[in-house]
């Protein structure tokens, strides 16, 4: 399956095929006319592939050098950046050259801030390892690094020139970063496809769920692709794709980045929101319980085990913070959702 990010200047190509990592360079020589490419990976996806994809690139005659950084949320961090620079010079890449990311989304939101300011920008390809990367942040050209007071304080919008994804490897991720990316892909249902989420509450098991795999990928990869293309910077309609986030990039942050992934985060933010926006009458009621069913049964969390009070200095320091009020996102029923300026209640 192929789709195309249509963008003015910088249009790519997001390909979705299982065993396609087998074939990696093929798929990097249609974009890609240098000599030296560059990978950055973690310890968790360097055991299964990283080997093979840098056999697979040497096979065309690619010069490549692979970083392993570690695996988990520590590492998309500010104070990583310069050991990555280090090796790009190292390496001596040059703006003809290509960064690979071969990872999750912490690989692929680091990697591509890298390559958007390594020499002022170098080309990088977008191979995405974990169901949350592969529906959602490898699309888009959101890169960037969190800070210790925030997610994502730090980055810029920057286009891949082209994404692979191969649904093959989520066979290697363990439940947990399943379940995880399953949060994002919920999400989708929640704000743009009815038909979507009810596909995904009967599913009877995750077997069923793996069998219509390229299906899921293909659905959430073109309500992205469809937002990004009208809003490519984030200041209309690609706000909606924030559904959940404002409380569970607070929940991250309060927890130290510890106690739950992005995606449980997001779940638990996800019903918190529709809770509040049920009780302000902007929702349809029961929308939550719907919500609150397909979390568990996904096995993610959903409720906040702290008072949301607790939570709302890192709220106030969000990206979608516009002073006094916040840019919230409602959904009015399953599969509609919308843009609300204003504060979130105590």
């Known amino acids: ?64 050098r692979k970083l392993v950084l570690e695996a988990g949320e520590e590492t998309k961090s500010f104070f990583t950046l310069p050991k990555v620079y280090d090796e790009l010079l190292n390496f001596k890449v040059t703006r003809s050259d290509l960064l690979l990311t071969l990872g999750g989304g912490v690989i ?47 980055g ?10 191969d649904p093959n490897v989520l066979d290697s991720l363990d439940e947990r970063v399943f379940n995880d990316g399953m949060a994002e892909v919920i999400k989708y249902g929640c704000i743009k496809d009815e038909e979507f989420f009810y596909n995904l509450l009967n599913y009877k098991n995750k077997e069923e769920v793996m069998n219509n795999i390229e299906y899921i990928v293909h ?13 490519e910077r984030d200041t209309g309609e690609r706000m909606l794709l924030n559904f959940g986030h404002t409380i569970g990039h607070a929940i991250e942050q309060y927890y130290n980045y510890s106690k739950y992934t992005h995606g449980e985060a997001v779940a638990i933010g996800m019903y918190e929101i529709t809770k509040i926006s049920e009780a302000l009458g902007e929702t349809e009621a029961g929308t939550s319980e719907k919500i609150k069913d397909i979390l568990i049964k996904y096995n993610l969390p959903y409720k906040l085990d702290v008072d949301l009070s607790e939570i709302s200095e890192a709220i106030s320091l969000d990206k979608k913070n516009l002073g006094k009020k916040l840019n919230l996102i409602f959904i009015s029923k399953i599969g509609k959702s919308k843009i609300v300026a204003r504060a979130l209640p105590n």
């Open 1 to 64: 399956m192929k789709l195309t990010v249509d963008l003015e200047s910088n249009s790519y190509d997001i390909i979705i095929e299982k065993g396609i990592l087998n074939n990696i360079a093929s798929e990097v020589k249609e974009v890609f006319k240098g000599n030296k490419i560059f990978v950055l990976t973690d310890k968790n996806v360097d055991r299964f592939y990283g080997d093979s994809v840098v056999r697979n690139l040497e096979s065309l005659g690619y010069e490549v």
């Open 108 to 154: 692929g939101d680091l990697g591509g801030f890298v390559a958007s300011t390594y020499l002022r920008g170098i080309p990088f390809i977008q191979c995405p390892t974990s169901l949350l990367a592969q529906v959602d942040s490898s699309v888009g050209g959101k890169v960037g690094v969190d800070l210790d007071k925030g997610k994502n304080l730090v």
């Open 156 to 165: 810029s919008f920057y286009q891949p020139k082209k994404v692979i994804i």
């Open 219 to 231: 659905n959430c990869c073109t309500i992205k692709k469809e937002v990004v293309e009208k809003d």
